[in-house]
T-cell receptor, first 116, second 111 residues
């Protein structure tokens, strides 16, 4: 149980284009999902918390107009990187909270974004 | 700034030995503590979590928590080359569902 998928697993795009990444909880309902970014040899940095049916909460320093998050259902959250630039190239990982007592988060496999 | 600190390593241990990974945290209000393993190029996978002082064992893994010292550790017994990875300590941010991650400790198990 507690399987989280992401799509696509990797994407290459041109500078200035927008990229959408999907995160799905496959066998449970996730009222809360999280989006992280990880640069090489660094730890995970939380970008935003996504709650079903409400606006995402962004961490300090994360541009909400650049990283659009939508959590339209209990099993799907999307992250859209708008007008991507090479500095946005990174490993984007989502996680979902199961709602069980200890708030475990299970991670999707990640999406590697390369902006040319 | 609430922090979670880990030694970045690498920590090298011979195959079959016990690997000991340590983590300290600054927020005394934290209640839940998680250990994740991350292989290069992959996303983190949950190894175990702990929320009470003392030890918690799961197979070859033992998590230890000391809230008074704000310290959590992970012991890996009978280390295998396949255990070579980066181990991330995560601590819940009190009053939220968010985690604060440490920078991770890179473990190398030598065959």
């Amino acid at each position: 149980g507690a399987v989280v998928s992401q799509h696509p697993s990797w994407v290459i795009c041109k500078s200035g284009t927008s990229v959408k990444i999907e995160c799905r909880s496959l066998d449970f309902q996730a009222t809360t999902m999280f989006w992280y970014r990880q640069f090489p040899k660094q730890s995970l940095m939380l970008m935003a918390t996504s709650n079903e049916g409400s606006k995402a909460t962004y961490e300090q320093g994360v541009e909400k107009d650049k990283f659009l998050i939508n959590h339209a259902s209990l099993t799907l959250s999307t992250l859209t990187v708008t007008s991507a630039h090479p500095e946005d190239s990174s490993f984007y990982i989502c996680s979902a909270r199961t709602g069980l007592a200890y708030n475990e988060q299970f991670f999707g496999p990640g999406t590697r974004l390369t902006v040319l | 700034q609430k922090e979670v600190e880990q030694n970045s390593g690498p920590l090298s241990v011979p195959e079959g030995a016990i690997a000991s990974l340590n983590c300290t945290y600054s927020d005394r209000g934290s209640q839940s503590f998680f250990w994740y393993r991350q292989y290069s190029g992959k996303s983190p996978e949950l190894i175990m979590f702990i929320y009470s002082n003392g030890d918690k064992e799961d197979g070859r893994f033992t998590a230890q928590l000391n809230k008074a010292s704000q310290y959590v550790s992970l012991l890996i017994r009978d280390s295998q080359p396949s255990d070579s990875a980066t181990y991330l300590c995560a601590v819940n941010s009190p009053g939220t569902y968010k985690y604060i991650f440490g920078t991770g400790t890179r473990l190398k198990v030598l065959a």
